[in-house]
């Protein structure tokens, strides 16, 4: 069973910045490809960034240049560096887990996930 602990959720104003982190309770965290998605009230969840335990990695569009995904495979945590907010990142966001190690896009292929972190950006 792999838990995921997202944190590092807030309040932010327009423009600003936020780290959020998810640690893994999984041995073979390095062979898996981790993934950040959000929500918001209303909405489906969509895809944000993602990363393959190699390095590659892939954004959405409305994120590109602003959002950064890494991991430390030492750590067993992926991180999502989050600039120049807008309101609407707005979301809860969720990690999760493909042990396929795939970049996929779709929520369906993620095994596992963690129970989210809220991010409020204001205008």
């Known amino acids: 069973q792999v838990q995921l602990v997202e944190t590092g959720g807030g309040l932010v104003q327009a423009g600003g910045s936020l780290r959020l982190s998810c640690a893994a309770s999984v041995r073979t965290f390095s062979r898996y490809a981790m993934a950040w998605f959000r929500q918001a009230p209303g909405m489906q969840r969509e895809f944000v960034a993602t990363m393959r335990w190699s390095g590659g990695s892939k954004y959405a569009d409305s994120v590109k240049g602003r959002f950064t995904i890494s991991r430390d495979n030492a750590k067993n945590t992926v991180y999502l560096q989050m600039n120049s907010l807008k309101p609407e990142d707005t979301a809860v966001y969720y990690c999760?887990?493909?042990?396929?190690?795939?970049?996929?896009?779709?929520?369906?292929?993620?095994?596992?996930w963690g129970q989210g972190t809220q991010v409020t950006v204001s205008s």
């Open positions: 999760a887990v493909n042990t396929g190690d795939w970049l996929f896009t779709a929520a369906a292929n993620y095994d596992y």
